[in-house]
């Protein structure tokens, strides 16, 4: 029998799956206009070598921020509504912001050991980046500690890259996300 948290659960997944598709609905639309655009007569050597440049890359890359940002903003509101699921047991932390502000109400009403806790590290190193995208535009030389992020990106350069001075998710870092809060969320609905 299916119980109200299983239903949660699903809804959850489901909303963040529709995320994940949406991703990977519009990467297929600059693969394929990426196509079209390299085998056209009417566009130029140099307009190919633009467009092939904006859909490999610099697309895609905007892509993958605009996703992640909405995973966060999914992230936050999973735990907001876990929060009032609960009656609003705990006082959150209003000094904080994001997934901070949570942060009592999952380790002392909830009981999770964050510390040891590998998805809540991962969405924690994200912090980190959705901060540096939202209050620097991803440039990390204008962020007050610089050398968190720079540290990170040294830890996990298979999940996140710097070019230019600005920090961008990999493939492989936004699907450790999307799978990071999927858990996360799952046990934090379960816990409730």
Known sequence: ??????LAVAFMHN????????HNHVHGFFNDNLKDSQLS????????????????????????????????????????????ASGEPIQLNK?????????????DHLGFNLGSDSDWA???????????????AGRVSLLKK?????????QRSDYFEMEHDRV????TGISAFQK????????VERAI
């Open 1 to 6: 029998m299916t119980t109200k948290k299983d």
């Open 15 to 22: 909303n963040l799956n529709q995320l994940t598709g949406f």
């Open 41 to 84: 007569e009417e566009i130029n050597q140099h307009q190919k070598n633009f467009l092939k440049r904006e859909y490999e890359i610099n697309l895609p890359n905007q892509l993958r921020k605009s996703v992640f940002l909405m995973m966060f903003g999914h992230l936050e509101e999973c735990l907001h509504l876990s929060w009032l």
């Open 95 to 107: 000094s904080e912001f994001g997934i901070a502000k949570y942060k009592p109400f999952v380790r």
């Open 122 to 136: 991962y969405i924690q190193e994200c912090q980190l980046i959705r901060n540096a995208i939202i209050h620097a």
């Open 146 to 154: 610089p050398h968190e992020v720079e540290s990170l990106l040294k």
């Open 168 to 171: 961008y998710l990999t493939n």
């Open 180 to 187: 990071s809060i999927a858990r996360f969320t799952e046990r």
